[in-house]
């Protein structure tokens, strides 16, 4: 029953009211199945002994009423009887097939959905919550463990309710035949089921947390291996890479074949001890009724419902088993939906006004198990349509107070604000579209120079004047001209492989100011280029200093060396703040 909440947690509102639709499918198709069964026992009386049309009273009504249609003898009304059998049978399987085709469905979409919801539930956490969780792990959720939990979980308690309200149903008819019997039968069957789950319980249970493991370390093992394939190819570590995957993946491949026998052992004892049961009801209703005519009716009926009710008792245990094994994963994303922190969207795309200064006032902060502070009471103003620098070694806080100036940050103690405005949760969306951010490595789609520099823009809404100027200031638009025959629409690889690392750079420079942002952040992001390229993109840079404020973070002094203003960080203070030649006089072992 946890389970079963936990899987409604998941879906949505809409969603559960679909599960109410096709429960009422449900037992409408165990109906028409009860009822075809059902039409079997008439009709076989009938077969071994058409003179009961006149001693049953259903039968001779139905037989009287049947002339209106033009039957009026035994023979014609048997053959009536065998069409009316087989019509029923055949609407209760196509209401059996259509119920399926319903839940194949829903479950289909609820899979889209529910990994559609989870992407954007990860992308909607703050950045802080990437710093603690693995991608590989995103990735496996959304692609691996939402069909694990739709499929096996939520799927297998959709079929488990109908296979118990067939199977119910079927009883109930044959208890109303004999009771005595349905009950020795069924008890037999339910318990040889009831016990196997009970045994493997525990197994599957293992299993399913075993898969859940294993699923991850494949995830990242693969991500890890084709990420650093520079590293892996240089370094002869081919082998070790299909090892580190091999060995969870054949954990995998093991658990999954003993999850399957386990499902279906018990159907493998069923069938024998049907064919048995059937032998001995034979013989326990020739002793009680003697003729075969006596119970032939029954023995059908008892034959046809054992062939529809096995199916459904072998689909309960199995559903039972695929929800045991599916329940890790339906604990973790039911932990995941429960704690996702979701931001509202601004939906009105509005900008906050950046005309005048941002300031930073004794901003501390801690990253998420941390033993120490990065930032420490951080002062600081930055004037609108000035260029300025963040320099310090290593570990010094200029990274992560530029975190705190895209907003991806919040800060523990104190505040930032623009022009005056305190930045929070309310309007940060609106504070960031003003910013345009170049991080030191540059993620490439493999798709076309276009597409990358309009990163995220759909195709049919890119602006090629804009993508050709911010190629122009990037000092890539010669390269993509002249040597590329498609020009901005060449293909440029999986992150970027068929480019130089100067070369991609410049387009991740191109990307940050297509969309001509007031703000420009760039984070070490010359360190791939040449010095003279270096120098014709900080010119241009430099160029756009009279419309836009550029924040510069970097280890060259030659990247700083024009900013009006310069800041020093150490041990996450601020140190120092000037012009580049008083910061060089005072802390000339800065870099």
């Not at 009026?72 to 048997?78: G, P, R």
């Not at 693995?134 to 096996?152: F, T, W, Y």
């Not at 823009?457 to 000092?475: L, M, P, Y």
Request: hydrophobic residues 45%; glycine residues 6%.
């Amino acid at each position: 029953m946890k389970k079963i909440k936990k899987l409604l947690f998941i879906l949505t509102a809409e969603e559960r009211k679909k599960i109410f639709l096709l429960l009422c499918m449900a037992l409408t198709m165990a109906l028409l199945e009860m009822v075809g069964v059902a039409s079997i026992m008439p009709f076989i009386s009938v077969l071994v002994n058409p003179e009961i049309i006149e001693t049953n009273y259903i039968l001779n009504t139905m037989f009287q009423a049947s002339s209106i249609i033009g039957i009026e003898t035994e023979q014609h009304f048997l053959f009536f009887l065998g069409i009316l059998c087989f019509s029923l049978l055949i609407l209760s399987i196509c209401s059996k097939g259509l119920n399926i085709y319903f839940q194949i469905m829903f479950v289909t979409m609820c899979k889209h959905n529910t990994a559609k919801r989870l992407t954007a539930g990860y992308l909607h956490q703050p950045y802080s919550w990437f710093l603690n969780h693995h991608s590989a792990e995103m990735g496996k959720n959304i692609l691996s463990e939402v069909k694990i939990v739709i499929e096996r979980g939520f799927g297998s308690i959709m079929n488990l309710i109908s296979q118990i309200v067939v199977s119910t149903v079927l009883i109930v008819l044959v208890l109303l035949v004999d009771f005595k019997l349905s009950i020795t039968a069924f008890f037999l069957l339910g318990s040889i089921y009831f016990l196997t789950y009970k045994f493997l319980k525990v197994i599957t249970s293992r299993l399913g947390q075993e898969r859940l493991k294993s699923e991850g370390l494949n995830f990242r093992a693969l991500i890890e291996a084709f990420g650093a394939i520079k590293e892996v190819k240089v370094s002869g570590l081919e082998k070790a890479c299909v090892e580190r995957f091999s060995t969870p993946n054949y954990t995998l491949a093991k658990n999954s074949s003993t999850l399957h026998f386990i499902g279906a052992m018990p159907r493998l004892v069923i069938e024998a001890l049907v064919f048995g049961g059937i032998v001995l009801m034979v013989l326990f209703l020739m002793t009680e009724r003697g003729s075969l005519v006596n119970f032939l009716p029954t023995i059908s009926l008892y034959a046809f419902a054992v062939y529809r009710i096995i199916p459904a008792m072998q689909g309960i245990y199995s559903s039972i088993t695929q929800i045991t094994f599916a329940g890790p994963a339906i604990d973790s994303m039911y932990e995941d939906f429960k704690n996702f922190y979701l931001e509202e969207s601004d939906s009105n795309k509005k900008i906050l006004p950046f005309n005048e200064k941002i300031t930073l006032k004794n901003i501390n902060y801690k990253y998420p198990k941390a033993p120490k502070d990065s930032l420490k009471n951080i002062s600081l103003t930055i004037p609108a349509c000035t260029t300025v620098g963040l320099v310090g070694i290593t570990g010094s806080g200029k990274t992560t107070v530029a975190d705190i100036i895209l907003g991806l940050l919040d800060a523990q103690k104190g505040k930032m604000e623009v022009d005056g405005v305190v930045i929070n949760k309310d309007n940060r969306r609106a504070w960031q579209r003003n910013i345009g951010y170049v991080p030191q490595q540059i993620y490439l789609a493999d798709t076309s120079i276009s597409n990358n520099i309009a990163f995220g823009v759909d195709q049919s809404n890119i602006n090629q004047e804009d993508v050709e100027r911010a190629g122009k200031i990037a000092n890539i638009h010669d390269f993509v001209m002249n040597e590329l025959p498609l020009k901005y629409n060449a293909i440029i690889g999986e992150r970027g492989v068929r480019l130089s690392g100067g070369q991609r750079q410049r387009i991740g420079i191109a990307r940050a100011l297509y969309h001509k942002p007031k703000l420009l952040i760039l984070d070490e992001s010359t360190s791939a280029l040449d010095n003279h390229t270096e120098k014709s993109v900080m010119e241009e840079i430099y160029n756009l200093r009279k419309n836009i404020t550029i924040v510069m973070i970097s280890h060259r002094l030659s990247t700083i060396e024009k900013c009006d203003k310069i800041f020093l960080l150490e041990d996450g203070k601020l140190k120092n703040q000037g012009l580049f030649n008083e910061i060089i006089t005072n802390n000339g072992k800065f870099i």
